[in-house]
Each structure stands twice: as C-alpha cells, then as structure tokens.
C-alpha cells in the first residue's frame, strides 16, 4: 500500500469505527439521529406547523409521510442551503434538493467509509488514477455537483481531485461525442488507472464502445499529446507503445489495455445487473462493487465489504419501512427475507419522506438488517436511471393528443448490439419526433440519450394492438382476459419477449 493510501486510511479510520459501532447498536442510533434532525429543522417553515414534535412517539403521530409535491413551495431548513441539486424524481420532472453542510457531511462519511472499507478488505490498490463520473453540461441550467467527488467536503474532495484521471472542465463539453472521445483518450493514455466509478454500467459500455469504434482516430490524437475542444486544451499523457497494437486488434482486450484497473464501481442492482454480464466479458480479473442505493436526497446504504451486502447509512438518516398493508417498521424492527418501501428522514430538511425505492432485507451485520435495493415503489421504469412515471407519460400523450390504445415498454435485453430503450405499442400513427423530444424534457431521459445510454424512442403501430397485448397475456402468460388491466408503462416486460410475440402476430 502506497503512503498516500495509508494516510488515507487512517485519516477515515474514526469515522468507519464510529459507522461499525453503530451498527452493534442500531435503535439507539437511529433515536440519536431522529434528534439531530429534529434539532436542525427545529425553526423551519414545515416545521412550525408541527412545533410539538420532539420525539420519536410525536414524530410519527403528528407528520406525515409526503412526496416531493407536497413540500415544493415551503422551506424545509432553517438554515440557508449551499446550493440545490436536481434530480427527476419518480413524477420525471425535475426537483430541486436543498443541500446544506450537514447534508454534504453525511454524504462525505458515507464516502470516508467507503474508501476506509476498500483499503482495507478490497483490492491491493497502489494509490494511482480514479475515474469518477463526471456529467457533461448539455443544457444551460445550473447543476452544482458535477462527479462524485463534488459530494465530498474536506481533504478527502481535495485527494479525489488530485488522483481524478480526467481534469472537472470535461463537465464544460456539452457535444456528446466530443466528450466520450476525450474520456477514452484519457482512459487509454493512463497507465495507472486503477479505479472506476460510475452510476449505471451502460455509461462504461459507452466508453468502450467508443474505443472500438473510433480506435484510430484515438491513435492519431493520441500521439499529438492534446486534445482541443472549443480553444480548450486537453493535456495527455504519452500512450504506450503497446497499446497502439492492442487498439488496432479486431477485438481489443480491455483488460490489457488498463492493465492497473483493480475495482469498477457502479449500480449492479435492479435494471442495471443486466448490463454486469458485458462488463464482466470485458474485465473479467477486476473486481466489481455495486453502488448501494445512493439517491440525491440522501445516502441510503453502501457496500461493506465484510457483510456481503449493503448497509444502512444509520448514522446519517432516520428509516421506517412501509410493509404491503401500510404498516410502520423501525430498522431495528424489519425482518430478514421480507420487502418494504422506504422513508426517510435525512438533515437537509426532508422529513418522513417517500423516496419511492423498494427493499429486501438480507443477513445481519453486527446487530443491523441488510438492505438491498429491488426496485421503484410506483410505477415507475429505470433502466439506466432515466425514472419514468406512468403518470408522466400519460401526460405527454395527453399533450401531444395520442389517443387509442397506448403502452409504454422499456426495453433491456442485455443484448450487446442493442442499447436499452423504450417502444410504444400505439393503435394509430404517433410522431415519434415529437414524443421523443417531449421526453427529452425529463432531465435524466434527456442526460441518458445524450450519453448513448439510451436508444430513442421506437414506435410499432397497428389498429389491433390492443388485442395483440391481451392475446400475448392469455396465451403466453395464461392470464384470464377478464383480469388483465391496462397499464401505459409496462415497466415488467424489459425482456423484449412482448416486443417480439407482437412483431410475429403483425408480420405472419
């Protein structure tokens, strides 16, 4: 281990001691925390509607659970927030999220713990390069954090930033192309790149993709030492003589190509484990974590290395869970093997609030539940992180005037020629120009297209649609056509299965 990484070792060490010793004691954790929450939202305007809560008994009787839309136009902190972060939430339309410090500092020591976690049971790992995400600009709205390394508050953010592989003014190209040209130069330039973290796994597939497919370009710019984009200049690293050869390979061997490559993090649960096959194909020695369920509202769990499973950020939010008929658990309360929604409480002001996100618990660690992500609560498709609501594309189609029958299917085979996508089966003709730029108002659609995660929209028409969709149920699923219930988003048949029985009937 470098010297760089055991100062960084020990300088997270008090904070990964401080996590394990509250996971040997949960429910005194959790009330701990609920009063540190209380205490900072003591003053706010949601709260002054709620001034006798001062405990958890009182905390639970007197607020309710709620949704963003019930909290877009009240203050939710009484202190004034650094910034506000966006994400698209389940509705697909943009949110705005107070952060304030005490929020950043849960989610630094939710990344102290981490790293602590890594060098300590992970890979070898000799204090070299890091990839983190980093999102492109593609529109002019303000987003402040921009990687991974945003969310981190100290001399750790400074750390990241040293060792990041790509310089933070990538977030400044907003051509699509351009900016996975530059990332591959920099990823086959280094000789030392030693970690990757993303979100989804499509992002990593695109970045390869791009390789494969603009190899001797990448040679060419390669071998000029900079890259210019817009007057601005991207400094490279001299590419190794070998590499050259491997690039020119009709096949190219990743693994070889970043031969220090020791850990790939990314999200590996939900839609996104069908993607892990392809990443595996490509790196098949380096080691893979998945992400945990991180939201923009708060961090929610993390992989530790030692449970097997992700745990729960304890320390830093106030959990229940929501069982099938609506009853309130505790996290000391879940039972292993059962699933829930969740809520959370977190200290940027957000309080007994649905985050949408469904669960399985797993093996306890220490004396604390497991938690594994499963999949939205609502209605809700996210095959790369796009979150569409049904609602929200019902209203779309209301907008643009498409009417008749009408489903949505997100499409996700895991087929390496075919991105993730979504088709709408339809009874008369739609301008799929049209629908697909109305999606593109939904931040992360839009993000996700421009990033090749995404596919745009396809669209299969025929005037007995409705009855292909029901005959596919009876016959193929052995459902009674009394009890199939239309739905517009049909977020359970990723598989393509649908799709294809659809083709068939229409071209026989």
């Given at each position: 281990m470098s010297l760089v990484n055991s100062l960084i070792k020990l300088y997270t060490s008090f904070v990964y001691r401080k996590f394990i010793s509250q996971l040997k004691r949960p429910k005194d954790t959790q009330l701990g925390v609920l009063k540190d929450i209380i205490r900072l939202t003591e003053g706010s305007r949601y709260r002054e509607k709620f001034s006798k809560v001062n405990d958890l008994k009182s905390f639970q009787s007197i607020l309710p659970i709620v949704e963003y839309e019930d909290l877009k136009d009240i203050s939710l902190t009484t202190f004034s927030p650094l910034f506000y972060e966006k994400t698209s939430g389940s509705s697909g339309k943009k949110k705005e999220i107070p952060y304030t410090r005490e929020?950043?500092?849960?989610?630094?020591?939710?990344?102290?713990?981490?790293v602590h976690d890594i060098l300590s049971y992970g890979p070898l790992l000799r204090g070299k390069k890091i990839y983190f995400s980093i999102s492109p600009q593609f529109d002019n709205e303000s987003?402040?954090?921009?990687?991974?390394?945003?969310?981190?508050?100290?001399?750790?953010s400074w750390v990241l930033n040293y060792y990041s592989l790509v310089p933070l003014k990538i977030k400044n190209v907003s051509d699509?192309?351009?900016?996975?040209?530059?990332?591959?130069?920099?990823?086959i330039a280094s000789n030392d790149l030693e970690i990757i973290s993303i979100w989804s796994p499509t992002f990593l597939i695109s970045i390869l993709a791009h390789i494969k497919e603009n190899s001797e370009q990448l040679i060419a710019d390669l071998e000029c030492r900079s890259y210019f984009y817009k007057g601005k200049r991207f400094k490279l690293p001299k590419m190794r003589s070998q590499k050259s050869s491997l690039l020119k390979?009709?096949?190219?061997d990743f693994q070889k190509l970043f031969p220090s490559l020791k850990l790939i993090s990314c999200w590996t649960s939900g839609q996104s484990k069908f993607q892990l096959g392809q990443i595996r194909k490509y790196f098949p020695d380096v080691r893979i974590q998945g992400k945990g369920l991180l939201a923009t509202e708060a961090p929610i769990t993390l992989p530790i290395i030692n449970s097997k499973n992700y745990m729960p950020m304890l320390g830093e939010c106030f959990f229940e869970f929501v069982d099938a008929f609506g009853k309130v658990y505790l996290l000391d309360e879940i039972k292993e093997g059962q699933e829930y929604s969740i809520i959370?409480?977190?200290?940027?002001?957000?309080?007994?609030?649905?985050?949408?996100?469904?669960?399985?618990?797993?093996?306890?660690?220490y004396e604390t539940p497991s938690i594994d992500f499963i999949g939205r609560s609502d209605n809700v498709s996210d095959l790369v992180g796009e979150k569409l609501n049904e609602k929200f594309c019902e209203d779309i189609l209301n907008e643009l005037n498409i009417s008749g029958y009408n489903a949505i299917?997100?499409?996700n085979t895991g087929a390496i020629d075919e991105k993730p996508h979504y088709v709408i089966l339809c009874s008369s003709e739609v301008d799929i120009v049209k629908l697909e730029k109305k999606f593109n108002e939904s931040h992360h659609y839009h993000n996700a297209i421009k990033l090749n995660q995404l596919q745009s929209f396809?669209?299969?028409?025929?005037?007995?649609?409705?009855?292909?969709?029901n005959a596919y149920y009876v016959e193929q699923k052995g459902m009674i056509l009394g009890d199939i219930k239309h739905r517009l988003l049909l977020k359970h048949e990723t598989d393509g299965s649908l799709i294809s029985w659809i083709n068939k009937q229409i071209y026989l």
């Open positions: 929020l950043l500092k849960s989610f630094t020591n939710m990344f102290s713990i981490w987003i402040k954090i921009k990687a991974d390394s945003g969310y981190v508050l100290g001399p750790l699509t192309n351009s900016f996975f040209h530059i990332v591959s130069l920099f990823f390979e009709r096949e190219i959370i409480s977190q200290k940027s002001g957000l309080l007994r609030y649905k985050i949408g996100d469904n669960i399985h618990v797993g093996n306890k660690f299917i997100p499409v396809k669209c299969i028409s025929h005037h007995k649609m409705e009855n292909y969709v």
